[in-house]
Structure formats: structure tokens, C-alpha cells
């Protein structure tokens, strides 16, 4: 997992940011090319309405998710078994045709001392897939970014998600899932514990 990366540089202090307007000129510009007019009523806020709809779906390029996982407990009464959040739903769009991906995501790690707040796992997942994404790359940035910061004996990450760009476009496949996995630590090492992990998730 070295080449994943899992820190991108926070749009904020890029200085060449397109201004709202360059934004909305943008759509227009796309309107036309789709072949509409984007002078006619049903158009003339759709510019403002699709710049106002990207800052909230990419918004996780202006977070970074060590600030969310930065805050740690370590009065657990000794407890350290595996902490798992299934199922946390999450909406992200392919950096390939820019078209939704839908999914949900389960997420494990083995206890060494410290634990995270429950929802910073799932927090975790949404600022990952706010971004363009490869499913691979995301799978592999929410685990890597919990095993830096937790330093437990191992994180398990799965997502399993459904591609719009194979559904709406090229072979249209609709319903069809696409499954992916990433384990360090122990959950590497030891067959046992990646069937538990399985284990869970399904029951």
C-alpha cells in the first residue's frame, strides 16, 4: 500500500482555483456541447446549481482524514478484540467518467491499547469518498489512513459498490458489484482472523 496516497493537497490552498463563475461558464459550456440551450428557463440556474452540488460531493478534498482520526481512547477496560462498523453507506464518483459509484463499506481493526469513536470510521469513509475515486484506491486510503494514525494490530477494509459508468454507459451492466479488499497487520498474517472478519460481515 506504499503507492496509495492518502493525503491530497486541500483545494483551499491551491491559488489557481477556478472562481465560481469560471465554474458555472464551465457547465454552460457543457450544456451547449450536450447540445441544449442553456439560455432556455429550465437551464439558466443549472450552472449555479451543479457548482453548489460539486462543493458538497467533492468536499472531501478539503478534509484530511488524520484531523478526524486524531482524537483517540484509551480507557477501553482491556478490551481488544475486533471493533467493526458494517455497512456504512457511502456515494463517491469514478475519476475515469465522473459518474456516481454507490456502495457501503465495512470496516475492522484490532485494538492495541487505543480505539476510535465509532463515527470516525464512518467519517472516515465519506471524506475518502468524496473525491474521484478508484474503488481499489479507496479501499486501500481508509485503511492505510486508520493503520498510521490507531497503530493497531491490524485494519480490514472491504467495499463492495455498484458503477455507474457500468450501468449508464459502455457495457451497461446494471446490478452487477464489484468487491474489494485490504488487510495489514494481523489481519494479513492470520487466515483466522480475515474469516472472522468475513464471518461477521455476512451473518
Not at 28 to 37: K, N, P, S, Y
Not at 53 to 74: C, I, K, M, P, Q
Not at 81 to 109: N, Q, R, T
Request: hydrophobic letters at 40%; glycine letters at 6%; charged letters at 25%.
Amino acid at each position: 500500500m506504499d503507492a496509495i496516497v492518502t493525503n491530497f493537497p486541500r483545494i483551499d490552498d491551491q491559488s489557481d482555483r477556478p472562481s465560481q463563475k469560471e465554474a458555472e461558464d464551465a457547465v454552460r459550456v457543457l450544456l451547449r456541447w450536450a447540445g441544449d440551450d442553456p439560455q432556455r428557463e429550465g437551464l439558466l440556474d443549472t450552472p449555479k446549481r451543479v457548482a453548489k452540488a460539486y462543493r458538497e460531493l467533492f468536499s472531501g478534498y478539503e478534509l484530511a482524514a488524520e484531523d478526524v482520526l486524531g482524537r483517540t481512547f484509551e480507557e477501553v477496560a482491556g478490551y481488544d478484540d475486533m471493533v467493526l462498523v458494517k455497512d456504512i453507506p457511502f456515494f463517491s464518483h469514478c475519476e475515469h467518467h465522473m459518474v456516481p459509484i454507490i456502495g457501503k463499506a465495512h470496516v475492522a481493526y484490532l485494538p492495541n491499547g487505543r480505539v476510535l469513536g465509532l463515527s470516525k470510521i464512518a467519517r472516515v469513509v465519506e471524506i475518502f469518498g468524496r473525491r474521484l475515486q478508484t474503488q481499489e484506491t479507496m479501499t486501500a486510503q481508509i485503511a492505510k489512513s486508520i493503520d498510521e494514525t490507531l497503530n493497531p494490530r491490524g485494519v480490514a477494509v472491504m467495499i463492495e459498490a455498484e458503477h455507474m459508468c457500468m450501468a449508464m454507459r459502455g457495457i451497461q451492466k446494471q446490478g452487477s458489484t464489484t468487491l474489494t479488499t485490504t488487510f495489514t497487520g494481523a489481519f494479513k498474517t492470520e487466515p483466522t482472523e480475515q474469516v472472522r472478519f468475513m464471518t461477521l460481515i455476512r451473518s
